[in-house]
């Protein structure tokens, strides 16, 4: 009896190759090579999208500076009358012979290109004096606005320069006669929630604001007012677009 137990026991411990493998033990083996590698993918799949992610989403610069001023309509306009709008802000002036036909023309472009009732203008005059809202409204006509959306306010000078500065938009100071109507060509573009928002440049840098300028290069950086090129304009409709999604 002793011998054949000891004969069991030895013949236990030689499992012949050829026998079949634990199914539960090759499938665990398997599942603890595969979760991780799975997971390996995963991780480098987020991070490929975060990428992408990073280069198309839009930098936010700051909160809309508060405004409270009279449109062509003689309606008072405020930046919370545009919460859930998403909207361009400019500073310009009705007589002014140089930039601003052209930030205009641009203006009605992106307004005919994303016509949507979601979407407005504020075109904040640096000229008061002569820029009333009866003149307000017949050059917005003269011009061809269509959207309800695009207002055209005026108030006073100095409001209006404290403004520009909030903002950080070049306005020329009002007490320099000869520096009063300057004015920069850059637009800001405001979301739906009242933040001011711009994308990346090549170098992964915000941009902050957009010209309303044309340009003699495709590229932007020959400014000139009978260019046949304006990049901006289209970058503004592409990331107008990518907001009101």
């Known amino acids: 009896m002793v011998f054949a137990a000891l004969t069991v026991k030895m013949s236990l411990r030689k499992i012949p190759e050829n026998m079949p ?6 499938n665990k083996a398997k ?9 390996i993918a995963l991780l480098f799949l987020a991070i490929g ?11 936010t610069v700051m909160k809309v500076p508060s405004f409270e001023l009279t449109d062509q309509n003689n309606k008072k306009i405020t930046n919370k009358d545009m919460l859930g709008k998403v ?5 310009f002036f009705s007589k002014c012979p140089t930039i601003c036909p052209v ?3 641009n203006m009605r472009a992106i307004e005919d290109e994303i016509n949507n009732p979601n979407f407005g203008i ?3 005059s640096i000229d008061p004096e002569n820029d009333t809202p009866a003149l307000l409204k017949e050059h917005a006509r003269r011009i061809g606005v269509k959207s309800p959306n695009w207002h055209f306010l005026t108030g006073n000078r100095a409001y209006i320069g404290n403004l520009a500065d909030q903002f950080n938009i070049y306005v020329g100071d009002e007490k320099d006669e000869g520096e009063s109507l300057n004015h920069s060509g850059m637009i800001a573009l405001v979301d739906e ?3 001011i928002r711009c994308r990346y440049n090549r170098a992964n840098m915000p941009i902050l604001y957009y010209s309303g300028l044309n340009y003699e290069d495709a590229e932007g950086k020959i400014p000139k007012l009978t260019g046949k090129y304006h990049p901006d304009r ?4 592409k990331d107008i677009q990518k907001l009101l999604k």
């Open 21 to 26: 493998k634990n199914k539960k033990l090759n």
């Open 31 to 39: 599942k603890e090579v595969i979760i991780p590698i799975i997971v």
């Open 49 to 59: 999208v975060g990428m992408e992610y990073f280069k198309s989403s839009l930098y």
């Open 87 to 91: 909207y361009l802000v400019e500073f």
């Open 103 to 105: 930030m205009n023309t």
């Open 122 to 124: 504020i075109s904040i």
């Open 193 to 195: 929630k009242g933040n």
């Open 234 to 237: 289209e970058a503004l409709i």
